[in-house]
């Protein structure tokens, strides 16, 4: 089945029928197999014009270059008269015939138009005051064989299953290649001299963290605080204030975020803890802008929109996060691949204006997640090549659950040469419907980020130590509550389940809490020295196995098979 065609507009133009098959077999062949359009006669005009009046090659050569005539006998000439003109020579057939000879030319095309029929171009122009009119008439003939080309690539690659987005980007590049003639894109070549007077300084939006008008990317491992770090770059730039209280903000700038992943409850949530910590209200911040939805990196039509929409609100810098939901997943790995979509939308971003900022993650199987990230534990081909400056964030300590407290490293660098490591605090409180979170930052400098975590890992071994001595004292109080009357070390092992040194550790550390006291035990063999709870220890133990028994008991009853009217009589309503 071919393609339906989808309006009346696209029926009554298309080679196909009612059932979208092709009318006939050979439905395309006028197009594909016809002639391109040439316009000998135009052309031997436009240069005969240029020969009978030396003025007249500024209006032909203002129109037309060298490879829109579709002779190559006629490009030879529009390339002699050229060099001639160049030279401050008057353009005539005397000078274009010692040019062809000068270069060699002669010998490429039929001597008889070469020469001989240079002076008969010039006879039958009509009036050489129309040969711009005669220029456009070529130019207009080029502009049809190039797009008549673009067409029948387009058809191809759309034939050979090339993804649409990609088709309509290929086309559009094609169209704005109009802007240009045919052999003669401009490269932007310049002299050295000129490389040395051009305006090239480096400003920095963000002093020694962000260049203006150069692609960054912030990545990390995941649960990192990305968003949260990008949400407070944003709002230190809308409101030209210190990043993370340390970073000076060189003047307030208009900032978009595209998030696609946290969802816009915790957006706006991270976002207050951030801009009150900045002393200010959401509704002060008036050069920060949002969107929940992505634009799609591969898509011609949403680069486009992109475009215009930086332009629109004079955006200066712009947040993607994260940027694998703005990347086709079908090339991760494809370092050509990634590297075109990444260059298109930079592209986009640098004509409207503006800086754009990449969050992505770093990969999984880093060796020691607890040390600063490199450039190359970026996942995915193309990031690293394309980024020209970076934001590297990593753990320096393991997350302890139910304290709000991150402790991370901060690694920033670009091209233009900057380049710093912090250690960077974050402590924003746990999630209360009586107590909400803040956002509090504190930049550290390298060897102090390294001692608070030296002091932090301190701190955990002996938390966990004495976790450890702590359990090894309750099976001790268990076993022994057990056996009241005292029980001797070797079968209080057994009973605990300790070896002898956590044994002996935890029954110095309850002797001296005064919570278990030496005994004597009187066996069939004699008489062998024991321990046991104190008379008060044992008291509590009797009341802790009172109330985990009485849990016990609440927890086996089923709750349904309770009367509502009992249990509100229990509750006394």
Known sequence: MGRLPTTQEDARWTPYGDDGEPTRPDAHADIVGASPPVDI???????????????????????????????????????????????????????????????????????????????????????????????????????????????????????????????????????????TRPGELDFGIMTTAELDAGDYDVEFYIEDVLVARQPMILAGAKKSLKTSILIAMAVALALGDLFLRKFVVNGARRVLIFSGESGAGTIRETCRRVVKSHGYTMAELGNLYWSVRLPRFGDAEHIDALRVLLKRHSIEVVIVDPAYLALPSDEPGNLFAQGALLSGVTAACEEAGATLILAHHTKKNVVNPFQPVELEDISWAGFQEWTRQWALVSRRTPYNPGTGEHRLWLTFGGSVGHSSLWGLDVNEGVYSRHTPRFWEPTIRTVNDARETAKRCEEKSKAEAKENKEADARAAVRKALAKQPDGCTKTDLKAMAQLNTDRLTLALTQLLDAGHVEVCELKKSKGKFPGYRLTNRELEVEAKLAAVDGAYESAESTPVASQNPDEFNDELGF
């Open 41 to 179: 006669l135009a052309e031997s005009c436009a240069l005969g014009s240029a020969l009978i009046d030396d003025a007249a090659f500024d209006d032909v050569s203002a129109v037309v270059g060298e490879f829109d005539f579709a002779d190559e006998k006629h490009q030879i000439i529009f390339r002699a008269m050229k060099a001639v003109r160049e030279s401050g020579k008057q353009i005539d057939v005397t000078t274009i015939q010692s040019q062809l000879k000068a270069t060699g030319k002669l010998g490429e095309a039929d001597d008889q138009v070469m020469l001989g029929d240079l002076a008969r171009l010039a006879a039958d122009v009509p009036h050489s005051a129309s040969a711009r009119h005669y220029a456009e008439s070529v130019r207009d003939s080029s502009d049809k064989r190039r797009l008549h080309r673009y067409g029948i690539e387009v058809a191809r690659q759309a034939l050979n299953g090339t993804p649409a987005g990609k088709l309509l980007e290929f086309a559009r590049n094609r169209i704005d290649a109009f802007a």
